[in-house]
């Protein structure tokens, strides 16, 4: 201390000052302090939510993928049930087709035997017929 208490209790109101600075400011500081650990908490509660919703968003995309692909394989193995039942009933179709152009054959054959012994036993009548009349006229021609 001086001689002088004016300037004495300049300076010890400085001080006093000086100490309130130092004392806001480390409140201050403890108060931006916590202001940004409650931010960075708040941040990383936001991002834990954020991820835990990607994660909810990828599973199920993840999911819709998975089904999709089933569907489409359900898909493709019904048409491809699809295409054998059409495979068959076109080879049914073939084999009935066959069956019909053979007994048609069959059919045709006998037609043609049949008309082959009609004419033939047609010949054979009016031949027989003939050698009756020669027979007849030979009978005749020795009676006259």
Excluded: C, Y
Aim: proline share 1%.
């Amino acid at each position: 201390m001086t001689n002088n208490p004016q300037k004495d209790e300049h300076d010890l109101d400085a001080a006093r000052r000086k100490l309130e600075e130092t004392e806001e400011m480390s409140l201050n500081v403890a108060k931006l302090l916590a202001e940004n650990r409650a931010r960075e908490e708040r941040e990383h509660e936001i991002r834990r939510k954020t991820e835990g919703k990607l994660e909810q968003i990828h599973k199920a995309a993840r999911q819709r993928g998975e089904e999709m692909r089933i569907r489409q394989r359900e898909l493709a193995n019904k048409a491809l049930q699809e295409k054998e039942r059409h495979l068959e009933e076109v080879k049914r179709r073939e084999a009935e087709k066959r069956r019909h152009f053979e007994e048609t054959k069959r059919f045709a054959a006998d037609k043609l035997e049949r008309e082959r012994r009609l004419e033939e036993a047609r010949r054979l009548t009016a031949e027989r017929r003939r050698n009756a009349d020669r027979e007849q006229e030979r009978k005749s021609g020795r009676r006259d």
